[in-house]
């Protein structure tokens, strides 16, 4: 083989192994991406809570503490407390069932 065939195998392998690496991370951004999205859509898309019939207490929370200071009901009644944190940008509910 001479200096020049040489030059340009060496050249065709740098070629395809370039086209290899851009290939390679284009998939694997997309695949990052799409598992990314599959589980943002999960928890940004939810149904909101069914409506629960009874005795329901709402406490609300955010940095300051809760809004009530103490809950009373009547031993053996089935009370369902539904906690709503935060009150800004990152809002969330949690909800307890609770019979005492």
């Known amino acids: 083989m ?4 040489r030059a340009e195998l060496q050249q065709s392998r740098q070629r ?4 290899m ?3 390679s ?10 598992s990314a ?8 898309f939810r149904e909101p809570p ?3 019939a009874g005795n329901v207490t709402e406490v609300a929370a955010d940095m300051s503490g809760f809004d009530k ?7 053996g009644v089935p009370v369902t407390v539904r906690l709503i944190l ?3 940008v990152a809002a969330m509910g949690l909800l307890i069932l609770a019979t005492v």
């Open 69 to 75: 200071k103490e809950i009373t009901v009547k031993a």
């Open 37 to 44: 999205g599959y589980l943002l859509k999960g928890a940004l």
């Open 25 to 34: 991370f284009v998939v694997i951004a997309v695949l990052v991406l799409g």
């Open 86 to 88: 935060g009150s800004g």
């Open 50 to 52: 069914a409506p629960i």
């Open 2 to 5: 001479n200096a020049k065939t």
């Open 16 to 19: 395809r192994n370039g086209r």
């Open 21 to 23: 690496r851009v290939l």
